[in-house]
Protein backbone atom coordinates (compact mmCIF):
# COMPACT_ATOMS: atom_id res chain seq x y z
CA UNK A 1 0.00 0.00 0.00
CA UNK A 2 1.19 3.31 -0.71
CA UNK A 3 1.43 6.27 1.55
CA UNK A 4 -1.41 8.32 -0.56
CA UNK A 5 -4.17 5.09 0.13
CA UNK A 6 -3.19 5.40 3.59
CA UNK A 7 -4.36 9.42 4.24
CA UNK A 8 -8.11 9.24 4.14
CA UNK A 9 -8.16 12.95 4.13
CA UNK A 10 -6.32 13.65 0.52
CA UNK A 11 -8.95 10.78 -1.21
CA UNK A 12 -10.01 12.66 -4.25
CA UNK A 13 -13.43 12.71 -2.80
CA UNK A 14 -13.15 15.05 -0.16
CA UNK A 15 -12.69 18.91 -2.20
CA UNK A 16 -10.75 21.59 -0.91
CA UNK A 17 -12.88 23.97 0.72
CA UNK A 18 -14.20 19.96 3.25
CA UNK A 19 -10.91 19.83 4.28
CA UNK A 20 -10.04 23.49 5.34
CA UNK A 21 -13.71 23.66 6.73
CA UNK A 22 -13.13 20.35 8.79
CA UNK A 23 -9.24 21.81 10.29
CA UNK A 24 -10.44 25.06 10.42
CA UNK A 25 -13.51 23.57 12.87
CA UNK A 26 -11.30 21.33 14.59
CA UNK A 27 -8.69 24.82 15.48
CA UNK A 28 -12.19 26.53 16.48
CA UNK A 29 -13.32 23.66 19.18
CA UNK A 30 -9.76 23.72 20.63
CA UNK A 31 -9.95 27.92 21.19
CA UNK A 32 -13.43 27.97 22.30
CA UNK A 33 -12.01 24.93 24.92
CA UNK A 34 -8.83 27.33 25.98
CA UNK A 35 -11.25 30.59 26.25
CA UNK A 36 -13.89 28.35 28.42
CA UNK A 37 -10.84 26.92 30.41
CA UNK A 38 -9.48 29.89 31.43
CA UNK A 39 -12.49 31.70 32.19
CA UNK A 40 -13.69 28.77 34.34
CA UNK A 41 -10.44 29.02 36.31
CA UNK A 42 -10.27 32.27 36.66
CA UNK A 43 -13.71 33.51 37.58
CA UNK A 44 -16.69 31.29 37.03
CA UNK A 45 -16.95 28.14 39.24
CA UNK A 46 -13.94 27.88 41.72
CA UNK A 47 -15.22 31.17 43.35
CA UNK A 48 -18.59 30.49 43.83
CA UNK A 49 -17.82 27.54 45.14
CA UNK A 50 -15.35 29.01 47.25
CA UNK A 51 -17.53 31.26 48.10
CA UNK A 52 -20.47 28.91 49.38
CA UNK A 53 -18.00 27.23 51.39
CA UNK A 54 -17.42 30.45 52.82
CA UNK A 55 -20.71 31.34 53.78
CA UNK A 56 -21.16 27.99 55.09
CA UNK A 57 -18.30 28.89 57.76
CA UNK A 58 -19.82 32.22 58.54
CA UNK A 59 -22.70 30.77 59.54
CA UNK A 60 -21.37 28.49 61.42
CA UNK A 61 -19.31 30.94 63.71
CA UNK A 62 -22.75 33.05 63.67
CA UNK A 63 -24.90 30.41 65.22
CA UNK A 64 -22.18 29.86 68.01
CA UNK A 65 -22.50 33.45 68.87
CA UNK A 66 -19.68 34.74 66.87
CA UNK A 67 -16.73 33.85 69.93
CA UNK A 68 -13.64 36.10 69.88
CA UNK A 69 -11.33 33.45 69.82
CA UNK A 70 -11.68 31.72 66.33
CA UNK A 71 -10.56 28.12 66.12
CA UNK A 72 -10.93 28.01 61.93
CA UNK A 73 -10.92 24.11 62.76
CA UNK A 74 -13.77 24.22 64.35
CA UNK A 75 -15.25 25.48 61.07
CA UNK A 76 -13.55 23.46 58.10
CA UNK A 77 -14.13 19.78 57.70
CA UNK A 78 -11.11 19.48 55.04
CA UNK A 79 -10.62 20.93 51.95
CA UNK A 80 -7.48 20.70 49.46
CA UNK A 81 -8.61 24.81 49.93
CA UNK A 82 -6.57 26.77 52.63
CA UNK A 83 -8.73 28.60 54.81
CA UNK A 84 -7.80 30.99 57.07
CA UNK A 85 -9.13 33.98 59.73
CA UNK A 86 -8.62 37.03 57.96
CA UNK A 87 -9.01 40.32 59.84
CA UNK A 88 -7.96 42.50 57.43
CA UNK A 89 -10.21 46.21 56.53
CA UNK A 90 -11.14 47.31 53.36
CA UNK A 91 -12.40 50.58 52.45
CA UNK A 92 -14.18 50.20 49.09
CA UNK A 93 -16.85 52.41 47.28
CA UNK A 94 -16.96 54.48 50.72
CA UNK A 95 -18.06 51.46 52.27
CA UNK A 96 -15.52 49.77 55.28
CA UNK A 97 -15.08 46.28 55.25
CA UNK A 98 -14.13 43.69 58.07
CA UNK A 99 -12.81 40.50 56.61
CA UNK A 100 -13.68 37.58 58.97
CA UNK A 101 -12.42 34.54 56.80
CA UNK A 102 -10.65 33.78 53.48
CA UNK A 103 -9.47 31.12 51.45
CA UNK A 104 -6.99 30.20 48.74
CA UNK A 105 -7.57 27.66 46.23
CA UNK A 106 -4.84 26.12 43.69
CA UNK A 107 -7.72 27.18 41.33
CA UNK A 108 -6.90 30.27 41.94
CA UNK A 109 -3.84 30.49 40.96
CA UNK A 110 -1.14 32.66 42.33
CA UNK A 111 -3.92 35.53 41.18
CA UNK A 112 -5.19 36.25 44.93
CA UNK A 113 -8.17 35.05 47.31
CA UNK A 114 -11.25 35.39 48.63
CA UNK A 115 -12.53 36.74 51.74
CA UNK A 116 -15.65 37.30 53.72
CA UNK A 117 -16.75 40.00 55.71
CA UNK A 118 -18.37 40.68 59.32
CA UNK A 119 -21.87 41.63 56.99
CA UNK A 120 -21.62 38.55 54.99
CA UNK A 121 -20.23 40.30 52.06
CA UNK A 122 -17.84 38.41 49.68
CA UNK A 123 -14.58 40.54 48.43
CA UNK A 124 -11.97 39.36 46.10
CA UNK A 125 -8.49 40.60 46.54
CA UNK A 126 -6.31 40.04 43.97
CA UNK A 127 -2.64 40.63 44.17
CA UNK A 128 -2.23 42.53 40.89
CA UNK A 129 -5.22 45.05 41.46
CA UNK A 130 -6.39 44.99 45.39
CA UNK A 131 -9.51 44.44 46.41
CA UNK A 132 -13.13 44.11 44.33
CA UNK A 133 -16.58 43.09 46.25
CA UNK A 134 -18.15 40.52 44.71
CA UNK A 135 -21.44 39.80 43.76
CA UNK A 136 -23.40 36.41 45.22
CA UNK A 137 -22.74 34.45 41.95
CA UNK A 138 -18.51 35.27 42.55
CA UNK A 139 -18.32 37.54 40.08
CA UNK A 140 -16.07 40.77 40.22
CA UNK A 141 -18.62 44.09 40.53
CA UNK A 142 -17.76 46.95 38.18
CA UNK A 143 -16.67 49.81 40.59
Known amino acids: MSDQENDWIDWP ?6 KWAFWAAIVGFLI ?18 EGIALRNIYQKWDRDGRPPSIEITNYVISSSSRFFVCLNRYLLQGT ?44 PRNK
Open 32 to 49: YLCVVASAWRLHGLPMRI
Open 13 to 18: IFPRWV
Open 96 to 139: NYQCQFAVESRLFGQHGFLAITTNDTLIWIDNKRGPEVVDPIGK
